[in-house]
């Protein structure tokens, strides 16, 4: 119980930063693109820190996709396959999406690692392995919901994305409809 906790405290807080900079990100655009239609000219520092907000929200909304299982999923095949077929065809797509993660997130260490021996900063202050730090941890979170994710019931069936749409319950849906005609 106090796991199921911690775990919903750390997803609404995940969902709170991953807000936080979306809200950043659009209200910092509209002002350069303000302040350049008004002014002739932004904030110097401004464009670097929007590329930056921009990984860490790619990466922040990647790694609630996943949590979510709801992450970009090439599944053509997997629908064709019988159920026991489906289900190892799951499980090996999302190991090797876990390790495809996995190696992103030691490129990315090494390449927090050389800023880090560097000590080279941004044009906004803030030192680069700390802004690039989003790329191993965010990656090596992913690797690890995508290996949590491949022994977990899915949340959904392939191809479909609404409940309803599940099963015999869709066509007894549209049968429904169709005797109301």
Same mark, same amino acid.
């Given at each position: ?59 922040l ?14 599944? @053509? $095949?997997?629908? %064709?396959?019988? +159920? ?10 999302l =190991?090797?999406? &876990? /390790?495809?993660?996995?190696?992103l997130?030691c490129?990315?260490w ?12 941004s ?23 995508? @290996? $949590?994710?491949? %022994?977990?019931? +899915? ?10 749409? =599940?099963?015999? &319950? /869709?066509r ?10």
């Open positions: 119980m106090a796991f199921t906790k911690t775990l919903n405290w750390l997803h609404r807080l995940e969902n709170a930063v991953l807000t936080v900079l979306v809200l950043v990100l659009v209200a910092l655009a509209g002002a350069q693109i303000f302040m350049r239609n008004a002014f002739g000219g932004g904030l110097s520092w401004a464009d670097p820190f929007l590329r930056t907000l921009v990984v860490w929200t790619a990466m909304g990647a790694l609630a996709a996943v949590r979510e299982d709801k992450h970009i999923a090439v599944d @053509v $095949l997997q629908r %064709f396959l019988p +159920p026991g077929a489906q289900r190892a065809a799951r499980v090996l797509t =190991l090797f999406a &876990a /390790g495809i993660c996995a190696a997130a490129y990315g090494g390449l927090v690692s050389v800023d880090l021996d560097g000590g080279a900063r044009d906004f202050g803030l030192p680069n392995w700390l802004l690039e730090s989003i790329l191993p941890i965010g990656f090596g979170l992913m690797a690890v919901r995508f @290996v $949590l994710r491949a %022994f977990a019931a +899915p949340t959904h069936v392939p191809g479909l994305s609404a409940p309803e749409l =599940l099963h015999d &319950a /869709g007894a849906h549209a049968g429904d409809e169709g005797q109301a005609r």
